[in-house]
């Protein structure tokens, strides 16, 4: 990035110079009309050219826009709309410790002029317009009061309390004359209709500023270019010795905390929030950062009691809703959590995860019906967000709906479709519409693009072989899920379940046996040794593991079949038929399957 730019220099100072403040007030209806060219809306956009966030932006000299910079590192490229114009933008001026950055467009023929700008310091219930692209939904305007000017750490802003959202950072606040007099700054908030503007007269000092910072701005495009890389651990080197060396700098400790949640070290990203925490107490960023990490960390009571704070001290803030929702149902709090997430879509209809916390929790409690509406509104109003539509396809199976899923499946996003994921939804789809084989073949296509380790995927290659009775091939996918992930208790009953069927079954006791050392309360691996064991002929000891895993959960309709056949074959004939009467409760149709094949049997051999 090119620190200086002279032409940014001089246009802005040109516009300082020519700054003319009209003294007629003007209506909403004629300050609207004025401004609303001249407020233009950023889009940060990821190496795939997809909006990973938005925000507001104010032209203030020809192709020349003013916008806060917080979250600009993440993005790989940036546009700038306005009217009917969407332009490539670059970032020239970072003004980083007060979070003013300024973008140059290339040169286009605007209809806007850019603002002329009030110097002065504005009084106490001056009326004041908030013009804004809030939560996307395009450029509009809200008015209020000015109340006060503030001191924070930065420099003094402008309070005021005409009404702004997520998306409105960026944006201008303007007198009743149209004149700018400050860039909105969502960052400062602290109670409903709390809000806070940086003054417009720090436009002509950023130059100056990003000077004096330049060893600092030289850190963080670094910095930046290694977190759009991907370059997680360089960044987390880069970031610690930054912390270190100017413990001062909030941009250090951001991306201090970016790069440990990268690299999944929860205790780094606690301890960076907590860094810029120090620097801004009061910053609604590092608390719903560190109450992030907290709860990532599992210190869920830490997590709920900094999330109470938060909600206490700006309870209109949709994202702190949000904190506050995931850390509730982490808590076991399902009630609470649902009207927390609820909030946060009053407060911001378009905070998409909190609609799907809502899916997650609906899919809980066994409402399928309503989780799958959710997954299926927000796949249709995302489309470019495979992960929605996921979460709809699982939900289709979960609801007994495999051909809907089927075909949400051909609804994926192009670039998305001949993804390791994408073959592993085919695959498991697949098997539950009765075709094993194609399943098979999906499956295969999924583990060869998938990442080494893939155990998911190696599992339901397993089970759909197990259905072709290809027994060693699913005894091989099975030991390849548990050389992916040794210690997971899902791949290790496979392996048991396949070694059973595929005549191996002194292995598969030994496997289950290892099982219900470590989860004694798992009535799966109970029911797996039990049929190994009656495999074998140790009828006693299968009745026993039968007679558990029912315990633990008795619905399983084959679990009671084997214990009356089993019990039956040790000679327990009332055994077998206090077995077969269980049976008949929890599975009628299945209970008539096995009489005509196990019961008529014994009666005749009775006989």
Not at 72 to 84: E, H
């Amino acid at each position: 990035m090119k620190i200086l730019s002279p032409v940014l220099s001089s246009t802005i100072c040109i516009a300082l110079a020519c700054a003319r403040p009209a003294a007629a007030e003007l209506s909403p209806a004629e300050v609207y009309a004025r401004a609303a060219p001249a407020v233009g809306t950023v889009e940060l956009l990821n190496a795939d050219g997809v909006a990973i966030d938005l925000r507001s932006a104010v032209l203030v000299a020809k192709n020349r826009w003013l916008t806060v910079c917080e979250g600009l590192a993440t993005a790989a490229s940036l546009k700038v709309s306005s009217t009917s114009q969407r332009l490539d933008a670059q970032l020239v001026v970072r003004d980083a410790r007060r979070n003013l950055c300024a973008l140059a467009t290339p040169e286009a023929t605007l209809s806007a002029t850019p603002f002329a700008i009030r110097q002065e310091a504005p009084p106490a219930g001056l009326r004041v317009f908030a013009v804004s692209n809030a939560l996307g939904l395009g450029v509009g305007i809200s008015d209020g009061l000015v109340g006060g000017v503030r001191s924070f750490p930065e420099g003094s802003y402008i309070q005021f309390s005409a009404p702004v959202s997520p998306g409105s950072q960026g944006g201008a606040l303007l007198d009743e004359a149209g004149s700018l007099l400050g860039i909105i700054e969502y960052r400062h908030r602290s109670g409903q209709n709390v809000n806070f503007a940086a003054p417009a007269a720090w436009i002509g000092e950023m130059e100056a500023r990003a000077a004096a910072d330049r060893e600092e701005n030289q850190r963080h495009e670094e910095a930046a270019r290694l977190a759009r890389d991907g370059r997680w651990t360089e960044l987390n080197s880069l970031a610690r010795g930054w912390t270190t060396t100017t413990p001062e700098s909030p941009q250090a400790w951001r991306f201090a905390a970016q790069a440990a949640a990268q690299l999944a070290d929860t205790a780094q990203a606690v301890h960076a929030w907590q860094g810029l925490q120090r620097l801004a107490p009061d910053s609604t960023e590092s608390g719903i950062g560190l109450g992030t990490a907290l709860l990532k960390q599992g210190q869920v009571e830490q997590a709920l009691l900094l999330a109470e704070k938060l909600v206490a001290r700006d309870a209109q803030d949709a994202s702190i809703w949000f904190l506050y929702a995931q850390v509730l149902r982490a808590a076991g709090k399902a009630g609470e959590a649902e009207v927390a997430y609820r909030r946060a879509t009053e407060l911001d209809p378009w905070l998409i995860y909190a609609y799907a916390g809502l899916a997650a929790l609906a899919e809980e409690r066994g409402d399928v019906a309503a989780s799958l509406a959710i997954w299926s509104r927000l796949s249709g109003l995302y489309p470019d967000i495979p992960g929605f539509r996921y979460q709809l396809i699982r939900g289709q199976l979960q609801a007994g709906q495999p051909a809907r899923a089927f075909k949400a499946l051909t609804q994926l996003p192009a670039g998305e479709a001949e993804s390791a994921t994408a073959h592993y939804w085919q695959g498991i789809v697949l098997r539950k519409l009765g075709r094993p084989v194609d399943a098979v073949a999906a499956l295969r296509q999924s583990i060869a693009r998938a990442l080494p380790g893939d155990a998911q995927t190696w599992i339901a290659l397993s089970i759909a072989l197990s259905e072709l009775r290809r027994h060693p091939e699913a005894i091989e996918a099975a030991e390849n899920a548990l050389k992916a992930d040794p210690e997971n208790p899902e791949a290790k009953f496979w392996l048991a379940v396949q070694l059973k069927d595929g005549g191996r079954a002194a292995e598969a006791v030994a496997i289950a046996s290892g099982l219900l050392a470590s989860r004694p309360a798992d009535p799966a691996a109970w029911r797996v040794n039990g049929f190994a064991l009656a495999i074998l002929g140790k009828r006693t000891e299968a009745i026993r593991s039968f007679e558990k895993s029912l315990e633990l959960d008795p619905r399983q309709g084959k679990v009671w079949a084997a214990l009356a056949e089993t019990s039956y074959a040790d000679g327990q004939d009332e055994a077998a038929r206090r077995a077969y009467e269980q049976l008949r409760t929890v599975d009628p149709e299945y209970a008539r399957q096995v009489y005509s094949t196990l019961i008529v049997t014994y009666e005749e051999r009775a006989r």
